[in-house]
């Protein structure tokens, strides 16, 4: 059980600065009158419950008053007020301090616990401080009211609880009552509002007797259509006939133009064959002067492929030597590694391990040997055949030619790449804008549903509000105008799609040059349709190469 152990008063009434030292059981505090027993009795009072409200209990010059209620276990509970400052303060025994602000006229739950004396709450505005007397207080609810003393009875022994419950019920009684009466004034109002709406059976009938007249002048109207139509189609074949009918008259002389025609059309195949024929000379002719130009072209082709068979197979020789060279090299590496492992193996104390390593590096040595012979014939017949190189001059012109051919295939690959990437592009765009479209339609189909809901529902399910004409026409409104603002900033993705185009031209130097293709609306890059072209031999100093650039 906690007790007292001291209590520190600073500037609370009398009291610039006081300290008491409680002992076990009874103290008594003895003096003259206004010597501060009093002040003692509040400022513990304070401490503890909070009481008396306001500051004038401030000691007269200072600014701050001091409460601190030193507990047997070592807790330390601090009241502080000044004109800006109003807290409790509880420090444990092991030094942890919490602070507690913005309480107003109550205690704060951990000030409580931390003394342990709790008072006793009689009922909404009164409690009863069981530990604690007033000055010239009489005994023990003696001095309370009737009332006061049936209350605190009650709440020692537990009768509270079927006041509350007595209260309790009496107030969902009348909570309930009110709802009742509530709920028949909701009814009769109600059915008043209904009333007007009592001949909406007989509109029903009106209105299904209308929509079957409805359907009937439906049906009668595309029946008069169809008549509509058949009677212009008889006032067209009537007009037709007539028309035939003048033709058949005008047509008389038929058999005599019929024998003009003929003559004229025997005539005709006369001059078309006359007319092959001219054609058939000239163009024989011209594939002789063609044929006689090839022949002059094609007299040193034999010769042409005779180098170029030379050039393929010095080709294929410098490759094998370049091989061969790489092979030197590796066993170059090879042999002076060898060379390492010997020279830091000449220590080792087995004897047989370094026999085996001497003759696996004999075995590499001549091994290598060998290999430097060969290399040696190598880079004899790699001179010679450099010198025979030099003296084809048209190998270089062949490699530019295949490396341009080559540079080209690249080129176009890379085109049709691009243009395939471009067209799943644009089919994504289109599947996205039918998505886009789709989700438009939905949500304004949504929307006027919603809207008949609320028109059939008449009050928001929400907040409980009528729903008026002006109210459904307003929301309706707001929500096509979002649909409306929706789609506005929505463009004609499909629109002006074009390629670029690429074209080729001969240039007197070299292969035919390869433009790149113009850009076209819907296709920025001009990459649509870009083409490369390789050119032939051209009459230039400079080799015939790949016309793409």
């Known amino acids: 059980m906690k007790r007292f152990k001291g209590l520190v008063i600073e500037n609370f009434q009398?009291?610039?600065?006081?300290?008491?030292?409680?002992?076990?059981?009874?103290?008594?505090?003895?003096?003259?009158?206004?010597?501060?027993k009093?002040?003692?009795?509040?400022?513990?009072?304070?401490?503890?419950?909070?009481?008396?409200?306001?500051?004038?209990?401030?000691?007269?010059?200072?600014?701050?008053?001091?409460?601190?209620?030193?507990?047997?276990?070592?807790?330390?509970?601090?009241?502080?007020?000044?004109?800006?400052?109003?807290?409790?303060?509880?420090?444990?025994?092991?030094?942890?301090?919490?602070?507690?602000?913005?309480?107003?006229?109550?205690?704060?739950?951990?000030?409580?616990?931390?003394?342990?004396?709790?008072?006793l709450q009689l009922d909404e505005d009164r409690e009863l401080t069981l530990q604690i007397a007033q000055q010239l207080e009489g005994p023990f609810l003696l001095s309370e009211s009737g009332g006061t003393r049936a209350r605190s009875i009650g709440r020692i022994s537990g009768a509270h609880l079927l006041d509350l419950a007595q209260n309790e019920t009496a107030r969902d009684q009348r909570s309930v009552s009110s709802r009742i009466r509530f709920v028949e004034e909701e009814m009769k109002r109600r059915e008043e509002e209904l009333k007007p709406y009592e001949v909406l059976p007989r509109f029903r009938e009106q209105l299904n007797r209308a929509a079957a007249l409805r359907e009937e002048a439906g049906r009668k109207m595309e029946l008069l259509e169809r008549l509509r139509g058949l009677k212009e189609r008889w006032e067209d074949c009537r007009s037709e006939m007539t028309r035939e009918r003048r033709r058949?008259?005008?047509?008389?002389?038929?058999?005599?133009?019929?024998?003009?025609?003929?003559?004229?059309?025997?005539?005709?195949?006369?001059?078309?064959?006359?007319?092959?024929?001219?054609?058939?000379?000239?163009?024989?002719?011209?594939?002789?002067?063609?044929?006689?130009?090839?022949?002059?072209?094609?007299?040193?082709?034999?010769?042409?492929?005779?180098?170029?068979?030379?050039?393929?197979?010095?080709?294929?020789?410098r490759n094998r030597l370049r091989r061969l060279r790489d092979n030197r090299l590796h066993l170059v590496r090879e042999m002076d590694r060898e060379r390492r492992v010997v020279e830091r193996t000449v220590s080792l104390p087995a004897a047989s391990l370094l026999v085996d390593d001497l003759g696996d590096a004999v075995f590499k040595l001549r091994k290598l040997e060998r290999g430097k012979k060969h290399w040696v014939d190598a880079e004899g017949e790699r001179a010679e055949v450099e010198r025979t190189l030099r003296r084809l001059e048209g190998v270089q012109k062949a490699e530019a030619l295949w490396e341009g051919a080559e540079a080209s295939s690249r080129l176009h690959q890379a085109l049709v790449d691009r243009r395939k990437r471009l067209l799943e592009l644009r089919e994504r765009i289109e599947k996205g804008m039918r998505y886009i479209a789709e989700r438009e339609e939905e949500i304004r189909r949504k929307s006027e549903e919603m809207i008949r809901a609320f028109e059939r529902m008449g009050r928001c399910p929400t907040c409980g509000m009528r729903f008026g004409p002006d109210l459904l026409k307003h929301l309706a409104e707001e929500l096509q105008g979002g649909e409306s603002g929706a789609a506005a900033g929505k463009g004609d993705s499909g629109a002006s799609q074009g390629f670029g185009r690429g074209e080729g031209s001969a240039q007197p130097g070299g292969g035919q040059t390869g433009v790149a293709g113009t850009a076209g609306k819907g296709d920025p890059a001009g990459v649509g349709g870009a083409r490369s072209g390789t050119g032939s031999p051209g009459r230039g100093d400079r080799p015939a190469g790949a016309g793409d650039r």
């Open 14 to 36: 009398s009291h610039e600065r006081t300290e008491i030292a409680f002992s076990e059981g009874l103290n008594v505090f003895v003096g003259p009158s206004d010597s501060g």
């Open 38 to 119: 009093s002040a003692i009795l509040r400022a513990l009072r304070w401490v503890l419950y909070n009481q008396p409200r306001g500051s004038d209990f401030i000691r007269t010059g200072a600014s701050r008053c001091r409460v601190t209620l030193i507990l047997s276990d070592g807790t330390h509970i601090v009241r502080e007020r000044s004109s800006s400052v109003n807290r409790y303060l509880i420090r444990d025994p092991e030094g942890k301090e919490r602070i507690f602000e913005g309480f107003g006229s109550d205690v704060p739950r951990e000030v409580l616990e931390a003394h342990g004396m709790i008072p």
């Open 248 to 317: 058949l008259v005008s047509l008389s002389k038929v058999p005599e133009a019929e024998k003009i025609f003929s003559r004229l059309m025997e005539d005709g195949a006369r001059l078309s064959r006359i007319r092959k024929r001219a054609d058939d000379w000239r163009r024989g002719r011209e594939e002789k002067a063609h044929w006689q130009m090839v022949r002059f072209r094609t007299t040193r082709l034999g010769e042409g492929a005779q180098r170029i068979a030379e050039a393929e197979r010095l080709l294929e020789r």
